[in-house]
Structure formats: structure tokens, C-alpha cells
């Protein structure tokens, strides 16, 4: 079974770039023909996809946080990493990755991270 697991610092300031990673077991990131997403959930709103990157290394990322995110992995270690940058507190969420077959979060054989809550405090 897939299981995907979030790690990264629960706390960032202001205007400084978040980073978490996603480290895969039980299925390689390459494996066609899946995507893996990140998406977050701000507190007491849905969720919003930021953005994928799939099995064959192409990425993809939603309009209204392309400028300040990139999405890239590492296969050696079977984990893809975000990083978003000038975060503000609007940015504060759990942040969850994802594997799924449309590499938007809603397609089939989806496997879900826990998810990690992140701040954004000075």
C-alpha cells in the first residue's frame, strides 16, 4: 500500500519561503501514470490544489500560485518537495500531498498524506 508522509518546519515568517517534502514508500514516484499534488487546507476553508508534479517529471501548478511555487523531486529518494515563496499568513494551512491518477487530487486510486499544519507567524 501507498503511503505518503509530509515533514517540514510548522512554522514560517512572514515573506520567507516554506518548504515541506513528501517522502513516498510502498510505490516509486515514477511509476506511470500518476501525479502527485500538493494541497492545502486553510483553516475553515476547502481545500485548494497547488499544483503536481508526474511520473515523468513534468509539473503543473494552479494559476493563482504559480509565481511563488515550484514542485520538484528526487527520485533517489522516492520524495517530491514544495516550496512556496514570500508566504504571508494567508498561507497558513495543512498541507497534505497526494497521489492520485489526474494529479489534481481527485482522481482515482488516490493516496492521501496525513497532512502538516503550517503557520506563518513572525
Known amino acids: 500500500q501507498v503511503q505518503l508522509q509530509e515533514s517540514g518546519p510548522g512554522l514560517v515568517k512572514p515573506s520567507q519561503t516554506l518548504s515541506l517534502t513528501c517522502t513516498v514508500s510502498?510505490?516509486?514516484?515514477?511509476?506511470?501514470?500518476?501525479?502527485w499534488s500538493w494541497i492545502r487546507q486553510p483553516p475553515g476553508k476547502g481545500l485548494e490544489w497547488m499544483g503536481a508534479?508526474?511520473?515523468?517529471?513534468?509539473?503543473h501548478y494552479s494559476p493563482s500560485l504559480k509565481s511563488r511555487t515550484s514542485i520538484f523531486r528526487d527520485t533517489s529518494k522516492n520524495q517530491f518537495s514544495l516550496q512556496l515563496s514570500s508566504v504571508t499568513p494567508e498561507d497558513a494551512a495543512v498541507y497534505f500531498c497526494?497521489?492520485?491518477?489526474?494529479?489534481?487530487?481527485?482522481?482515482?486510486?488516490?493516496?492521501w498524506g496525513q497532512g502538516t499544519q503550517v503557520t506563518v507567524s513572525s
Open positions: 497526494v497521489r492520485d491518477q489526474s494529479g489534481l487530487g481527485t482522481g482515482g486510486d488516490a493516496y
Open positions: 510502498g510505490g516509486s514516484i515514477t511509476t506511470s501514470y500518476y501525479g
Open positions: 508534479i508526474v511520473f515523468d517529471g513534468s509539473t
